[in-house]
C-alpha cells in the first residue's frame, strides 16, 4: 500500500508539474472538410486534462460525428498525448428520390437527406450525374429509422444489385436521354421503369425486370428495329420488357 501511495502520488506530482496526461496536438487532416470547433465540440470530456479518454473512447467520438455529418472519420493516436483525426467526404453514389423527398445515397450504403443543413458545413463533397432513382412507396423502406439516432442513415437498399443497373446503363446506346430509374412493382413483381427525356417532358418509358442481365439484348433489339434512330429510342413509345421469355411489348405511350 505504501508503494502503491508513493507511485499514485509521483504520477499526481508529475501531472501537476509538467501536464504528463494533457492533451498536447490533434493534427485534422485535411482540414477543410470539417469546422475544427466541430471536432473540437465532439470530444469525449475530460480529454485536454487526460489524453487517453479519447483513445478509450475513440469509437463513439467517431460516431458522435459521422451520425449527423456526411462524412468518413477516423482518429488515432500519433504520439504522447497526440492524435491525428482524419476526416472526408462521403462518396455519393447517386440521388434518390423517396418519402417526396430527395435523398443521397453513398457508396458505402450511407443514405440522407439532400436538404439537411448540415450539408453545408462540409466541404468536397461531389455529386454523380446519374439518372435519379425513384424508390416507390410499395417497396420496402431503403432505411430503418428506428435503428440509428441521427440524420445519417444506413440504407437497407439493395446496392449490389442497383449498381448492377447502374453499371448496365452505362453501356445501351440510349443511355444519354434517360432521366430517371423507378423501382417499382406491378402485379405484385418488381420491376424497374425507365423514363427518357426530362423532369418537365417525359419522351417515352421502357419497363424492364429487375434482373439486368437482359438489358443490353433488349438495347440490342431496340436499335436492330429503329434503325433510323441510331442511339435513342423513338419518343412516345412504352416498352414492356418484363416478359419471362424474353418477348416484349411496344405501343404508343399517349394511347395507354
Known sequence: MVLLSIFCGAIYFAEVRYGF?????????????????????????????????????????????????????????VGWGKYRVTVAPLEIFLAVAWNNEHWWLSKDGRMWRAALPAMA????????????????????????????????YQSSLPIAKISKWYDTIDRINWKNDIYCLMAKKIDGRQVVQILLGTEGNITGEIVVKEDASDWLSLAAALRNIYPASPGRVPPGLSINATYTDMKFTVSDRGKM
Open 21 to 77: 496526461f494533457r492533451l498536447k496536438n490533434i493534427e485534422i487532416t485535411p482540414g477543410n472538410v470539417l469546422p475544427s470547433d466541430i471536432i473540437w465540440q465532439a470530444m469525449p470530456a475530460g480529454t485536454e486534462e487526460f489524453w487517453p479518454s479519447l483513445f478509450f473512447g475513440g469509437a463513439e467520438f467517431e460516431r458522435s460525428i459521422t451520425k449527423y455529418y456526411p462524412v468518413l472519420l477516423k482518429v488515432k493516436p
Open 121 to 152: 458545413m462540409v466541404n468536397g463533397m461531389s455529386y454523380p450525374s446519374r439518372p435519379i432513382l425513384a424508390w416507390d412507396a410499395q417497396l420496402p423502406l431503403p432505411i430503418d429509422p428506428e435503428k440509428f439516432i441521427g440524420d445519417i
